[in-house]
């Protein structure tokens, strides 16, 4: 009966052994995929710009309503408190106003982060489908990203596949 439990436990070790050694695996780096993709470097400059001009808009409401603030304050002691009330009220609305266009156009959900995705989504997918076709065509059951987000400490750069996604995506 011993002998049994030996003789079972060697052949499920050989086997989990047989299959760890059978797994291939790579790694990319999907940052330096990125930079090397002038799709991507033209949808990141059009996000960009267009965060510039939201933000100049921005800018501009805030410098309207510091500059009615800084009026406030200076005439605050000569206005009629009717007057008064409404100047706080007018300001009290500015400031909602610029709280909403901030969440419109760079909350979570808001412009910034659709136009991203249009822009940017596409690009990952097609990405995607080049490692997916690497791993298929190598037999990779692994493939890694080890882009500043990952938590891959050391990788040997010999299974770095960057490169070949990149000609890939070239095709």
């Known amino acids: ?21 059978a797994q291939k695996f790579a790694f990319v780096d999907s940052d330096y995929i990125l930079d090397q993709m002038e799709s991507y470097q033209k949808a990141q400059k059009q996000i960009d710009d267009l965060a510039a001009d939201w933000q100049k808009e921005l800018d501009q409401k805030m410098n309207e309503i510091e500059s009615k603030v800084n009026e406030l304050r200076k005439n605050e002691l000569i206005l009629p408190e009717d007057i008064k009330k409404d100047k ?69 750069p010999k299974y ?3 490169d070949a996604i990149i000609r890939k995506l070239k095709k």
Do not use: H
């Open 1 to 21: 009966m011993n002998f049994f439990r030996i003789f079972v436990f060697t052949v499920i070790m050989s086997v989990l052994s047989i299959m760890t050694v």
């Open 88 to 156: 706080e009220l007018e300001i009290t609305n500015l400031q909602q106003d610029l709280r909403t266009y901030q969440s419109k156009k760079f909350g979570v959900g808001g412009d910034l982060f659709k136009k991203r995705k249009e822009l940017i989504q596409p690009i990952q997918r097609k990405i995607f489908k080049a490692i997916e076709s690497l791993a298929k065509d190598n037999n990779y059951s692994f493939v890694l990203d080890k882009s500043k987000n990952s938590n891959i400490l050391y990788a040997d």
């Open 160 to 162: 770095d596949k960057s």
